[in-house]
């Protein structure tokens, strides 16, 4: 059993190779071919703590099989120690043998920045130049690099509610992304630049929307990555309802857990014949998702473990041989 961290993954397994995984699980769970039990928690109230256990398996064509354990302790930080560390087993789906270990918070961080990617480039225009990243956390680098994997940016504007860290995370992607050849520009108010974008990603945990939607212009594409609960709520109603296509990445997830869409669903702004269907169905037919070059298109993520297990079991087997 091998052990693979950050730079191990990093090193041997391209945001390329991420995205095009994550359009295999995605294709494969709508298609009925995967085996996704709801989430186990487990508390440990005498240290302020709870474990998650997300387990999958994915019958493809070389089958993945897996687990990712989360724990959320928020007291380790007193003892200098991450409080949501996250790590991924992977199985042998032939014998049931474990046959690695990963880093489970930079495999999610890989793999929701991949399925992103995989979003915008099954919808985004073909021709999009100007980009919007709303959010600086754990999860913004990679989000950052799926966009400008699958389309040709001249321009990058970052934001984030805490201004010194967007003005920080733009000097470092100048550098550390400077081979993609684009202009990044942190901006301390984001309404002023959302109408020039044709693709804007957020990446938050915000409570309230994150932009005006009422200023989306035509044909642009829109992605909401960070809320994953019913409280939070970073996409605008406005823009979803201006959306000609809403997709998920899976449907029950999504109106189990993604409180901008569901409270959009529960005001009647939207219905859920507007939910146009889950990403792995645009996977298998493209023809159902942009009509026009002026549709404003959604993908909406909360995140799935069969996303977890197809890119770890990839990671896997590209290293082992």
Do not use: W
């Amino acid at each position: 059993m091998q052990y693979l961290d950050k730079e191990q993954i990093a090193a041997n397994f391209s945001m390329e190779e991420a995205i095009a995984a994550c359009k295999e699980a995605l294709e494969l769970y709508s298609a009925g071919r995967a085996d996704i039990p709801l989430r186990t928690n487990i508390d440990v109230p005498e240290n302020n703590g709870q474990a998650l256990f997300m387990p999958g398996y994915v019958s493809g064509s070389t089958p993945a099989l897996g687990i990712k354990i989360v724990s959320v302790f928020p007291d380790n930080i007193k003892a200098n120690l991450p409080s949501v560390p996250a790590t991924m087993l992977t199985m042998d789906a032939k014998t049931g043998i474990v046959n690695a270990v990963l880093d489970g918070t930079f495999l999610t961080q890989l793999r929701t920045g991949a399925v992103q990617g995989a979003a915008t480039d099954l919808l985004a225009r073909k021709d999009a130049k100007i980009g919007l990243l709303i959010g600086t956390g754990g999860q913004g680098f990679q989000q950052l690099r799926a966009m400008l994997t699958v389309r040709n940016f001249e321009k990058m504007y970052i934001f984030d509610i805490d201004q010194a860290r967007a003005q920080a995370f733009a000097k470092e992607v100048a550098t550390s992304l400077a081979a993609f050849g684009v202009e990044f520009e942190a901006v301390a108010d984001v309404n002023a630049v959302v109408a020039e974008c044709d693709v804007i990603t957020t990446v938050t945990t915000a409570k309230v929307p994150t932009f005006d939607g009422s200023l989306v212009k035509p044909g642009c594409h829109i992605n909401g990555v960070g809320a994953y609960t019913l409280e939070m709520h970073e996409l605008p109603e406005t823009a979803l309802a201006k959306a000609a296509k809403i997709f998920t990445d899976t449907d029950d997830g999504v109106l189990a857990e993604a409180g901008d869409v569901v409270g959009a669903l529960e005001k009647g702004t939207i219905t859920k014949e507007d939910l146009s269907g889950e990403l792995g169905q645009l996977v298998s037919h493209p023809e159902l998702g942009r009509q026009s070059a002026k549709d404003i298109t959604v993908f909406k993520t909360v995140g799935t473990s069969a996303l977890d297990v197809v890119v770890a079991d990839k990671v896997v087997r590209k290293i082992q041989g």
